[in-house]
């Protein structure tokens, strides 16, 4: 693949990092990322990774837009509530940048079609907010050895990290929760400052695109949390564990 002119003025930050230049630009535009879910953490992942030039961004909800998400849901606007939110994110992906083919999957991801779907990308970033969700994307990328990269939020803080249980030094989801851990409130019911999911999300989009480049130092094996009351991080070590049924 070689960048056309429009390409090179596009992505000429990238290009002029030398840990990115134009090869590592051409392997965005040829690499694959689903995005699981179009909320709070995946309206400024799916931004990010169109804005980056990752060529194939799949997203895949079921829900709609409301005008309650849109205190934290930047990649919709009033004029799309009541679009099913695959649609709207196609919308602005489409006008944000011409290269990005975006795949529109309106539908809940389950035990049932997770695998075909998974199989078709490189990378999955997990914005869901549910752990039987969770659950499934971990146990399909253990199948499939794709690593995914998972956030999740509160009410003033979140959570992120990069899972490769497929390696036997990593650990996978169930490492870090083995169970389903209860009764767990969602933003609707706990409340959320909308600006901590674009923190969180725009994270997500990093450690995303890090992976595609191979820069850095994977999340694998660590989980950040983030408070943005102290505004403070701390990193701490996720070890993989010998007893998990799932990645043993």
Known sequence: MTLNDDQL?????HIILKQVGGAGQQKLLASRVLVIGAGGLGSPLILYLAAAGVGTIGVIDDDVVSLSNLQRQILHTTGQIGKMKTDSAG????????????????????????????????IIADGCDNFDTRFIVNDVCLKLKKPFISAALSQFDGQISTFKGFLSDKPCYRCFIPDHPGDVGNCAEAGILGAVAGVLGTMQAVEVLKELLGLGDSLAGKLVIYD??????????????????VCK
């Open 9 to 13: 003025d596009r992505y000429a930050r």
């Open 228 to 245: 943005a009351l102290s505004a403070t991080s701390r990193t701490i070590i996720l070890p993989k564990d010998p007893g998990c049924p």
């Open 91 to 122: 919308d602005m992906v489409r006008q944000i940048n011409p290269d990005v083919n975006i795949i529109d999957i309106p539908e809940r991801l389950s035990g049932i079609n997770a695998e075909k779907i998974i199989s078709e990308y490189d």
